[in-house]
């Protein structure tokens, strides 16, 4: 039962480059290893919007998890501990993403069905390329 | 002339020396409370004017569904110079959407996104 997750943790500014994608592959590894997959992505140095611990830059990474909630635990932990990161906040993902996937659903049945007029406001793009029902009038809007 | 045409329509701020007070209750001067002028508490005067200038939700017009913490762009726009929070009654977002901002901007708060108090450098 596998939950996405994003973590997103800041590193102190003054890291090397190789040190840092050490780290990252470390915490990847880490998730893999316990039949995860994590993808990451490296935003660079960026300007902290309040001083923390001594720094006002952070390099910012922003990690893409899918696991089950104990190995995210297990990265948390390991993020606790590692000196140079100063900052991590997790996001569960898969209720939202879930959401969204709804909401799309129901935007493109209704762009198919585009015969009946919905009531609800979806501005369908008048020119549904269809090869089959096409209506000359579409939603009123 | 000018004055027959305008007479029947009644609005305006014009006082006219014929037709002073009593006649009409709405119009009459100083002497009323304090009145709604359109402003932000919404009807509360016996509902006179009623819609202040339709505000239209940014998320619901643009069919933005996810607000994520992290395009800082967009939630700055719904946080005022103090960092606050703008209420929803100013930026005219509806009340699902406000809270997924809400939440949205908390969380950029608590990975120095965005401050907590002052403006964002």
Same mark, same amino acid.
């Given at each position: 039962m596998n939950r996405s997750y994003e973590l997103m943790f800041i590193v102190r500014p003054d890291m090397v480059e190789e040190d840092l994608s050490k780290l990252v592959s470390t915490?990847?590894?880490?998730? $893999?290893?316990?039949?995860? @997959? +994590?993808?990451?992505? &490296?935003?660079?140095?960026?300007?902290? +919007?309040?001083? &923390?611990?001594?720094?006002?830059?952070g390099i910012f990474v922003l990690m893409?998890?899918?696991? $089950?909630?104990?190995?995210?635990?297990?990265?948390?932990? =390991?993020l606790r501990v590692t000196e140079p990161v100063i900052k991590f906040l @997790?996001? =569960?993902?898969?209720? !939202?993403?879930?959401?969204?996937?709804?909401?799309?659903?129901? #935007?493109?049945?209704?762009?198919? +069905?585009?015969?009946? %007029?919905a009531p609800v406001a979806a501005p369908v793009a008048p020119a549904t390329p269809d090869a089959g029902t096409e209506t000359p009038a579409s939603a009123p809007v | 002339m000018a004055e027959e045409t305008k007479a029947p329509a009644a609005s305006g701020g014009e006082s006219r020396p014929e037709r002073s007070g009593g006649d009409r209750p709405e119009r009459s001067g100083p002497p009323r409370g304090p009145r709604p002028g359109g402003? %932000?508490?919404?009807? =509360? !005067?016996?509902?006179?004017?009623?819609? #202040?200038?339709?505000?239209?939700c940014k998320f619901c017009a643009e069919k933005? !569904?996810? &607000?994520?913490?992290?395009?800082?762009r967009l939630l700055a726009q719904f946080v005022a110079e103090s960092g606050k929070i703008t209420p929803r009654r100013l @930026?005219?977002?509806? $009340?699902?959407?406000?809270?997924?901002?809400?939440?949205?901007?908390?969380?950029? =708060?608590?990975?120095?996104l965005l401050p907590f108090a002052g403006r964002a450098q």
């Open positions: 915490l990847e590894s880490s998730v $893999t290893s316990a039949s995860g @997959t +994590a993808k990451s992505e &490296v935003w660079g140095k960026r300007r902290l +919007a309040y001083r &923390v611990g001594k720094f006002n830059d893409m998890i899918e696991a $089950t909630g104990a190995v995210v635990h297990e990265v948390e932990r =390991r @997790t996001v =569960r993902t898969d209720e !939202e993403l879930k959401r969204l996937d709804k909401i799309k659903k129901i #935007r493109d049945s209704k762009k198919k +069905a585009s015969a009946q %007029p | 402003g %932000p508490g919404g009807p =509360r !005067e016996g509902g006179r004017k009623f819609f #202040r200038r339709k505000k239209v933005i !569904e996810a &607000v994520n913490y992290k395009d800082v @930026t005219g977002v509806c $009340t699902p959407h406000q809270r997924r901002l809400s939440r949205a901007i908390k969380q950029a =708060r608590n990975i120095a």
